[in-house]
């Protein structure tokens, strides 16, 4: 039987999300319809004349071999972070569920990198990872891998997806292990009891009623690589050697603040925006229907 709430009066559900609906249209709905608006002009660096020039923006953009690049390290940087910081979390999780002894201790240590940062979170790992003093750097220039993120563009992507899947991993970690609390724990002792191993136990019990919290961490690994790793780009890498690890969030900044390219500048982060949209709708019309709720 569906239970819903009656509300005596018409206006007070409104009045109950109206604190939430402010934040959205003053930090969403306005800030995106200021970039459509600048992504249609053209502006000088000091915003005294603006004139209207259509798509001119757009059509600039998809030809220039620098964005097209761009889109495609930020394709290969948020499959790598998504997937390689599920996969590590989910296996944290499960081994921090088994934990009878100590198990707040480990349980807090593994959520502190979320409480970091992200631009701390870049400085820390450029610093292990620096040419001249890092100490990682050091290590494997001992073990015969020549490390130098400045020079090496292979090295510099896998140094912020490093730092990003760290930065993610805790939030990550935490929804994984509240969702392995939440199985009930007879259906693991009846499969126990049949003989089940425990990694039987978890591909045919506990991972399809992940599902749920598999396919959300999805959606919100995909939107974090695209949007909240600015900082850790910036602190480690300056989207460099050249542009090789400029994703498409902080080609909008570069664009936009050190270029003054204002018009150009929210056309990228009016495509950002319809790219992330699009992608999280594919994601709740097809990926969702392998979720079992």
Known sequence: MEKRVLFRSAW???????????????FFFWPASQAIVQSVQMEDAFGTSTEFVGLENF???????????SFKVTALFSV????????????LAVFADRILRGGLFYKTFLIIPYAVAPAIAGVLWVFMFSP????????????????????NSNQALTLIVVAAVWKQISYNFLFFLAGLQSIPKALIEAASIDGAGPLRRFLTIQFPLLSPTTFFLLVINIVYAFFDTFAIV????????????????YKVWHDGFRALDLGGSAAQSVVLMLIVVGLTIIQFRYVEKKVQY
């Open 80 to 91: 790598l972070v998504a997937g390689i910081g599920i996969v590590l979390s989910l296996i």
């Open 12 to 26: 007070l559900p409104w009045l109950l999300i109206a604190p939430q609906m402010a934040v959205i249209l003053v």
């Open 59 to 69: 059509k600039t953009l998809f030809e220039d071999p620098a964005y097209i690049d």
């Open 132 to 151: 001249s003093i890092g100490i990682v750097a050091y290590a494997l220039n001992q073990m015969g891998v020549g490390w130098n993120h400045v020079l």
């Open 234 to 249: 910036h602190a480690t890498t300056e989207g460099g050697p050249g542009r090789d690890t400029a994703i498409l969030v």
